[in-house]
């Protein structure tokens, strides 16, 4: 744990969530409509624990039940150019950013943090579908880039939670590029020998499947989560006929052979400690010894932000 | 017949006007039209100049598309000899959207591959308009395995709407497919040079485009999302696509400037569907010269410069 007092002191802030609380504090399941309690679901993962069903979910909050102890470090972001295009639709890409800053609170659609899962060093990366629609420009290809440099620096393995309707339109060939880009980060993971896993997260649709989110070496998938290249509403235009139900859905891509599992949320945290552990040879552990977030000594209470 | 372009509507009334006083002329030799008809031709020239010196994003978009526009087999039986087609995934099945193969050109031996969207209505039908389904990448990354474990160089021609939007193609991959495609694209250890011939579309065409050199036709697009697409998302009414066009800055002009592409082909008067041969033979200028300037570099030196270029990408901004 040496390294986590080297390096998370100085960005310990990073533990809480700068989200506002919501006013109301019940919440509709999307799925069964059951009235839940804000601070149950949240307790849950924002899994409803009626149905199953899997809300989305920020990767700060996401971050905070991974981490042991709940402890993570965010690894900085280089800001790209903002606005290249200068492009306006009906109204400014610019004032779209600045809205989704101030409804989010966090600075783009993906968050990277260091810290340990199981006790084994690790990278992740976070996309967030409420930062517009979580879509991939600049600032998500510099993201994926920093992670796997950080992955590369620290020889830890890289894990990434997508989730995007696709594309930053906004940013034009621009956003298309970061496909290349991105990949290409991949590649610098892979090639060092260090495991990339992903997590599709509901949805992931559109150049994010179509570049790192289809290349980890191993596939999980939450329950329901919505994974395609061209969206279901595209694809009934232009076959013009109904899609089976459940189609493009984490089940059904885990049937047609694209996904390794489908892994509840809940599940999520050990079954990647495991998977990391046997891909990297760390000896196993026993299920007790797995710290659970929150739980590790050290962490600091609420309020000790400085 | 011409196919003429809706904004080439005066063009093709001055067009019309000669060709049919030249009918006249043939039907009855006593009459002399040939002063009047070259007066139309040097009519039509001088519209023609003034149209495509300053296309607007969206009437470039019509140009790439146009039906007799050169496309990928034009291409390749044109300015490669030997042309050895090679055919299918070895999953599934054959798709030919995609073409690719062996072939020399300029006598060196390299893989050739390109969306194809056929000429015909017969054609175009089995090409699905060279909109791929997941077997025609996989195709693309079994060829450019071919190619880098033979050491022969690779040139892809672009030319795509998009990658097919159908339920077999996302049930058998199209996700998965395209990634492994791009991600082929930069880990061969030979030179890889793309030209988006027609339309450069999303991540259907990027899956053969991330190349050492990319180059653009003058009248040539490549986007992110088609004008309509975005339209209807952003402006919520597809009929916007002159304005979601222009937003979307997907010309070869602006991809040169934002760094995005290396070099600009230029076009004959009128586009290259006007004179396709020199369109071509332009097109074979530059494949030439782009091969040149990666010949004799090292498997790593090519792979690492490539990467590299793609992480700078975006360093600078258009305003
Ligand atoms: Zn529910």
Redesign the interface.
Known sequence: MNWITNYVRPKINSLFSRREVPDNLWRKCDACGTMLFHRELSDALNVCPNCQHHMPISPRERFKALFDGGLFVEVPVPDPIPDPLGFKDEKRYAERLRDARRKTGEHEAMLVAEGEIGGLRAVCAGQDFSFMGGSMGMAVGNAMIAAAERAVERKAPLVVFSAAGGARMQEGILSLMQMPRTTVAVQMVKEAGLPYVVVLTHPTTGGVTASYAMLGDVQIAEPGALICFAGPRVIEQTIREKLPEGFQRAEYLLEHGMLDRVTHRHQLRDELAQILRLLTKAPPRSHGDLPAPGDEQGAPAEGDEA | MRNYLEFEKGLADIEGKAAELRALARSDPQMDVEAEAEALDARARKLLEELYSDLSAWRKCQVARHPERPHALDVIQTLFTEFTPLAGDRNFAEDLAIVGGLARFRDQPVVVLGHEKGADTKSRLERNFGMARPEGYRKAVRLMDLADRFGLPVITLVDTAG?????G????????A???S??K???IGVPLVSVIIGEGG??GA??LA?GDRVAMLEHSV????SPEG?AS???KDAEKMR??AE????TAQ??KK?G?IDRIIPEPLGGAHRDREAAIAAIGEAIGQMLDELSGQPADALRQAR?RK??E???????
């Not at chain 2, 193609?169 to 998965?176: L, P, T, V």
């Open positions: 990658a097919y939007p159908g339920k193609a996302e049930e058998r991959g199209q996700a998965e395209i990634a492994r791009t991600e694209c930069l880990s999303s991540g990027v899956a991330a490549y986007s992110v999302i975005c998302i952003l402006w304005e979601a937003a979307l800055r997907l602006d991809l934002l995005v990467r793609y992480l990408m975006g360093r600078k901004g258009l305003h």
